[in-house]
T-cell receptor, first 113, second 113 residues
Framework: GENVEQHPSTLSVQEGDSAVIKCTYS??????FPWYKQELGKRPQLIID?????GEKKDQRIAVTLNKTAKHFSLHITETQPEDSAVYFCAASDSGGYQKVTFGTGTKLQVIP | NAGVTQTPKFQVLKTGQSMTLQCAQDMNHNSMYWYRQDPGMGLRLIYYSASEGTTDKGEVPNGYNVSRLNKREFSLRLESAAPSQTSVYFC????????????FGEGSRLTVL
């Protein structure tokens, strides 16, 4: 089955700096890569996703890159703000009949004002 | 629209007791899922239902059963609770079985003594 590894497990940055979270996946059949943000005590919510036919996607201050050859993808947050503090999960999924989403173990991001 | 609603939000059980977590979605989604979240382990899929009338095991199904009661409702049952089932449980739904955003409920915190 799919295995998703996520690094780092914790990340502290100064407000205004950039943050990068990296994930690797094992199953070359995976073709959908979402990122979820979970604030303390809240439910995970999708913030951005990318499909395997795209190398990069941006949405305001967040961007995701995908390297299919190396089987890794990354989340980039620029100009970090205190409200970016949360746990971020990467995930990988193949489209083989149902959405078998495998999540990484999460990165706790702390943005220091 | 309430989205995905799950009950109860908190529950304390003794070892060997049984209970059912209820989940309902009002988004007319076809697919529904049950995940558990444990510290440092991300979100792990317990069971899923790709469409009404079907259910299948996920990554960690042992000790659980599910029922897709209708298109809206998907319940998770613990027949004989064990301390290892202490966790936060999330129900989720998605519009399509093979790709797309997961919409999560608020979570149910279960403690088994």
């Amino acid at each position: 089955g799919e295995n998703v590894e996520q690094h780092p497990s914790t990340l502290s940055v100064q407000e205004g700096d950039s943050a990068v979270i990296k994930c690797t996946y094992s199953d070359s059949a995976s073709n959908y890569f979402p990122w979820y943000k979970q604030e303390l005590g809240k439910r995970p919510q999708l913030i951005i996703d990318i499909r395997s036919n795209v190398g990069e996607k941006k949405d305001q201050r967040i961007a995701v890159t995908l390297n299919k050859t190396a089987k890794h993808f990354s989340l980039h947050i620029t100009e970090t703000q205190p409200e970016d503090s949360a746990v971020y999960f990467c995930a990988a999924s193949d489209s083989g009949g149902y959405q078998k989403v495998t999540f990484g173990t999460g990165t706790k991001l702390q943005v220091i004002p | 629209n309430a989205g995905v609603t799950q009950t109860p939000k908190f529950q304390v059980l003794k070892t060997g007791q049984s209970m059912t977590l209820q989940c309902a979605q009002d988004m007319n989604h076809n697919s529904m899922y049950w995940y558990r979240q444990d510290p440092g382990m991300g979100l792990r899929l317990i069971y899923y239902s790709a469409s009404e009338g079907t259910t299948d095991k996920g990554e960690v199904p042992n000790g659980y059963n599910v029922s897709r009661l209708n298109k809206r409702e998907f319940s998770l049952r613990l027949e004989s609770a064990a301390p290892s089932q202490t966790s936060v449980y999330f129900c989720a739904s998605s519009a399509l079985a093979d790709t797309g955003e997961l919409f999560f409920g608020e979570g149910s915190r279960l403690t088994v003594l």
